[in-house]
Nanobody, 115 residues
Framework: QVQLVESGGGLVQPGGSLRLSCAAS????????MGWYRQAPGKERELVAD???????IYADSVKGRFAISRDNAKNTVYLQMNSLKPEDTAVYYC?????????WGKGTLVTVSS
């Protein structure tokens, strides 16, 4: 089993920054893909960014140029640096770890962008 614990969410003003972290523990094997998804009220969960063990990244168009995903393989931790935050970025952000057909999810951390 794999456990994922997110941290770093909170309330921030428009234009501000936050850094999310997600630490994975348990039976973790490489290669794998770690990433961040988000779900706003009344909307479906959507991809924010993914990163492979080798460092290849993919971003949603809505966050390109503002968010940056990174990972520390030695610590089994993935990060999401979020800059120039907008009210529409408000959502619960979920960490994901996927390997082949198995996907694990964290419980989520709330990010609220509001003045």
């Amino acid at each position: 089993q794999v456990q994922l614990v997110e941290s770093g969410g909170g309330l921030v003003q428009p234009g501000g920054s936050l850094r999310l972290s997600c630490a994975a523990s348990g039976s973790i094997f490489s290669p794998n893909v770690m990433g961040w998804y988000r779900q706003a009220p009344g909307k479906e969960r959507e991809l924010v960014a993914d990163i492979t063990s080798a460092g290849t990244t993919i971003y949603a168009d809505s966050v390109k140029g503002r968010f940056a995903i990174s990972r520390d393989n030695a610590k089994n931790t993935v990060y999401l640096q979020m800059n120039s935050l907008k009210p529409e970025d408000t959502a619960v952000y979920y960490c994901k770890l996927a390997r082949f057909a198995i996907t694990y999810w964290g419980k989520g951390t709330l990010v609220t962008v509001s003045s």
